[in-house]
């Protein structure tokens, strides 16, 4: 394969400069050869202007030399430990200059616009070196918008050193002495207590304190941040109105949720809180979210949350309101994480896609130049842990933290360029850690010379004062010393109310949460009414593959799903799993829902089953039927095709979720294993957000399942996972059941799916809803409803007993199971005349268990009947282990339950086909014999 590259080579013959424009032809394993495409000369020059030329160019080589590898050579590190080798390209004399030179610096260098542009060689070093190789650097030339490259060229040369007033200066003084004072107060307090205090880091105070003010001031209304454990509490009480006794109340071993809630509720370094703050009668309303120990899984959701707020901003705003405007993720790294966690790559990578884009996140790393024991040169493998970002083109600005005037003012160029361009910037904040990854640990074990060094080094916030003392800022150390026990004070008095704090829970359902309520028993209590009136499903129906005029749709589309789908609602019978998700996603849309689904492919589906968007075939212009059912439709479905990512997708949908419970959030595995690329999300968020923040979620994941001999993957959803993760009573007796973390789902028939999907929306609560989904039933002439099942007065039953049994007295063998697997018995059970001799019941709900309708069924047959569960996965996966154990307990004489199916596999299903085949048939035959 071979790809074309124009070059052009400048030749300098005497008074004569001819220019070769050639074409490079490479080939993949490198550089193939040139050809001379064009060549001609340029007009004559005398010598006097040619070496005039040549000065300012060679000038301009300089200039851009220190554009690209000015932050090579800027004071950085504030440990001076980084190893830093001279920047040869930064020697004027590479470039033919010297001191004696004068230039002029139009189009060259960008300086005041009030300066001459002219200025002698000295005055342009010590500008270079000042703009590019301080205390802040800067990274952009990568980048591949010359607009963006000309930005950062006039922002980052035309500046001055601004000179701040007195009152910031205090202002900065404050918030790095309140941030001192308050981790020497946990210190003391609570010697014993992991608090991962900012010690060291402390400007990264500085930054988001003049995040927010920016913000605040033009138009920003919500900030959504995303941040792991060091730091936060500092960020949580002194910027962000924490109550500092309900910081305490918690430390002090107590519940920081209300009580009468179910839940188990976090760690100290994961408390939130979610204030209006105000800068010059300016609000913005800042969103600290709940994340988990798992470092960086909460990059995505707050993507998505931040989304989801912007989304619904733009359908309500009645101005001109575009992405971002009003609405700015922060997402806040350390160093080690940022450059070693996968999931960092994944959220990059889809911050600039149609469906993902929040319109631009503030990366801010706190890079303390280690991880928990491991140093940076073992850590990544590329110079700064920032690199990462170039990936997507991000600029970077470096800012050495032992400068606080340095950090805020590197903080304006990362909010003014995310404010222009709508793109993502990292902040990468050169800080140090204190103690050791907690204050329990001892970091000289494994880095003597560098703690050596900390234990030595004066504090930020010391450093600061002193600065500020000497320049006469400050009148006295009485004046500092005051600001600091007025702060301590504060501590005390939060420390004295600890004890008679009590939570707030108006917290929890507040926004677009407000009338959702928090359940508080295991039993349902709420079985909505999800049928429609016949007529208005038809409609839904012929309307979800109704074509946009003008959009010229593909012909096999046309006769197999669209004919075919008119034709089955007319007659109300044969509607299968498309037709039955898209009336429920277009009756949730009529009544007042949005819907989202997302993931690989969605939009055909990967089994070329829902084609929600049709395709012009001459345009390629795609449309969604359903968000064309009215003339001026309010609400809409969004698919959204998502990159091949499953970890930072899923944590984005479940951000999105947590938003605004009034729209269904999908996620589609695109075969069931998928999943466990994304199984940080489930186990650290989905299934126990609920029970360690009060923090609902109705996130719904479909994962395509099913044993058809297609080998090991794709074959299985794990569902024994899911149901490993339920908090499901093991007690059938119990009266008091803790409500449940989520419902997993395994349907059979299409109305079932049709009325879980319109029950996740229709309740006054939110649960993420497990799906088993199928694969083989999509389009089986077999698995269909009729229209009527979905009728006024019908909703989602959890059990589908056996409706063909006349005389259960007769009945010798109760099958329990679950899945497509019921069609195999019943057509083998048909085949061997066994129909009333052996009943057929299906777990539709696996968890919560059902246990009252199971045993309404079981109630109805003799209890000398032979109960049996059989199921076609492993017998070490399904839902066998989870059902055994309950089933037992409702059965007659407390008997056993029977396994009929496969034995124990390592691997989710048999790889070779032949013997896929035997078992199937094994297993049919064994399940049949009485």
């Not at 928990?372 to 991000?394: E, F, H, L, W």
């Not at 896929?916 to 049919?924: G, P, V, Y």
Request: contains cysteine; aromatic residues 8%; glycine residues 8%.
């Amino acid at each position: 394969m071979f790809r074309l590259a124009n070059t052009s080579r400048l030749i300098v013959r005497g008074r004569k400069s001819t220019v070769l424009t050639s074409k490079r032809v490479y080939h993949d394993d490198g550089v193939y050869g040139y050809r001379v495409a064009k060549e001609y000369t340029l007009p004559d020059y005398t010598s006097q202007e040619l070496a005039n030329r040549m000065k300012h160019g060679s000038l301009l080589r300089m200039v851009q030399a220190y554009r690209t590898h000015g932050h090579e050579g800027a004071h950085l590190d504030p440990l001076n430990i980084m190893k830093r080798k001279q920047v040869l390209a930064l020697k004027p004399e590479r470039y033919g200059l010297g001191e004696k030179d004068h230039y002029n610096l139009a189009g060259i260098l960008h300086v005041n616009e009030q300066e001459d542009k002219e200025a002698d060689f000295k005055t342009v070093m010590d500008h270079l070196q000042s703009v590019y190789c301080g205390k802040i650097a800067y990274e952009f030339m990568h980048l591949p918008s010359a607009s963006e490259r000309r930005w950062w060229y006039h922002a980052v040369e035309s500046w001055e050193k601004p000179q701040l007033s007195s009152s910031r200066k205090k202002h900065l003084h404050e918030i790095l002495s309140r941030s001192e004072v308050f981790d020497q107060f946990l210190g003391k307090k609570f010697p014993n207590l992991k608090r991962y205090g900012l010690e060291g880091a402390e400007s990264m105070m500085v930054a988001l304190d003049r995040l927010f003010e920016l913000s605040a001031k033009n138009g920003v209304q919500d900030i959504v941040i995303g941040m792991p454990h060091r730091g936060r509490l500092n960020l949580l009480c002194d910027l962000l109105e924490y109550p500092y006794a309900g910081l305490f109340h918690k430390m002090k071993g107590h519940s920081e949720l209300p009580d009468g809630t179910f839940a188990s509720g976090d760690v100290i370094s994961h408390l939130v809180n979610n204030p209006d703050l105000t800068y010059d009668g300016k609000k913005v309303h800042v969103s600290l979210l709940s994340n988990p120990s798992h470092l960086e899984a909460i990059n995505p959701v707050a993507m998505g949350k931040a989304r989801a707020k912007q989304t619904a901003l733009l359908a309500s705003s009645e101005d001109t309101c575009n992405l971002g405007d009003r609405v700015m993720c922060v997402q806040i790294h350390g160093d080690a994480a940022f450059a070693g966690q996968g999931v960092v790559m994944e959220s990059l990578g889809m911050s600039n896609l149609a469906h993902y884009s929040s319109g631009g996140s503030v990366h801010i790393v706190v890079n303390n130049q280690l991880g928990y024991t491991t140093p940076a040169q073992n850590a990544r493998s590329s110079a700064y842990c920032s690199d990462i970002g170039k990936m997507i083109n991000v600029p970077v600005v470096h800012v050495n933290g032992d400068f606080p005037e340095d950090v805020s003012r590197a903080l304006d160029m990362v909010f003014e360029y995310r404010n222009k361009f709508r793109k993502d910037i990292i902040l990468d904040l050169m800080c140090y850690r204190r103690w050791g990854h907690n204050e329990l640990d001892e970091p000289a074990f494994t880095q003597p010379v560098m703690y050596n060094n900390i234990r030595h080094r004066t504090s930020v916030p010391t450093l600061y004062e002193e600065k500020l003392l000497a320049e006469k800022t400050f009148g006295s150390e009485e004046e500092v010393r005051a600001i600091r026990e007025e702060h301590l004070t504060r501590l005390e008095a939060g420390l004295k109310e600890a004890e008679s704090f009590v939570p707030d829970a108006r917290m929890h359902l507040q926004g677009r949460w407000k009338g959702m309520q928090h359940i508080t028993t295991g039993k349902e209590t709420e079985i909505p009414d999800t049928g429609l009136a016949m007529d208005l499903l038809k409609d839904i129906g012929k309307l979800s593959v109704t074509a946009p005029a003008g959009v010229k749709v593909h012909p096999r589309l046309q006769k197999y799903h669209i004919d075919q789908r008119q034709k089955k609602l007319e007659a109300g019978q044969s509607i299968d799993w498309a037709t039955a998700e898209a009336l429920a996603f277009g009756s949730l849309i009529k009544g007042g829902y949005d819907v989202r689904i997302s993931g690989q492919d969605v939009g055909r589906g990967t089994f070329s089953q829902r084609h929600a968007m049709f395709v012009c075939q001459d345009t390629e212009r795609a449309v969604i039927p359903l968000n064309h059912m009215e003339e001026d439709q309010e609400h809409f479905l969004e698919v959204a095709n998502s990159p091949l990512s499953e970890f930072a997708v899923l944590g984005f949908e479940y951000g999105m979720s947590m938003e605004d419970p009034r729209r269904l959030v999908l996620w589609e595995a695109q075969f069931g294993d998928f999943f466990n690329g994304a199984q940080i999300t489930i186990d650290t968020f989905l299934s126990s957000g609920e029970e360690k923040w009060l923090r609902q979620s109705g996130l719904v994941m479909l994962l395509p399942h099913g044993q058809d001999g297609a080998g090991p993957e794709h074959s299985s959803s794990r569902v024994e996972r899911f149901l490993q993760m339920s908090n499901d009573s093991f007690q059938m007796n119990k009266k008091d059941d803790r409500p449940p973390n989520w419902h997993i789902v395994n349907c059979t028939t299409p109305a079932q799916y049709f009325h879980v999907l319109r029950r996740q929306m229709l309740r006054s609560y939110r649960k993420p809803l497990i799906v088993i989904a199928p694969k083989s039933l999509l389009k089986s002439p077999v698995a269909v409803s009729g229209l009527e099942e979905m009728a006024g007065g019908t909703h989602f039953q959890p059990v589908l007993g056996d409706a063909s049994i006349e005389d259960t007295s007769k009945v010798e063998k109760v099958v329990f199971l679950s899945g497509k697997f019921y069609y195999d018995l019943v057509k083998e059970r048909e085949a061997r005349g066994l129909k009333d001799r052996m009943a057929l019941i299906r777990i539709e709900e696996l968890s919560p268990f059902p246990k009252e309708e199971i045993e309404r069924e079981i109630s109805k047959y003799s209890k000398d009947a032979q109960f049996v569960w059989c199921q076609e996965e492993p017998q070490n996966a399904g839902a066998y282990a989870f059902m055994a154990p309950r089933l037992a307990q409702l059965l007659p004489d407390k008997k056993e339950i029977e396994y009929v199916g496969r034995g124990p596999l390592s691997a989710p299903a048999e790889g070779i086909s032949s013997v896929f085949k035997k078992q199937s048939s094994d297993l049919l035959k064994k399940i049949m014999q009485f």
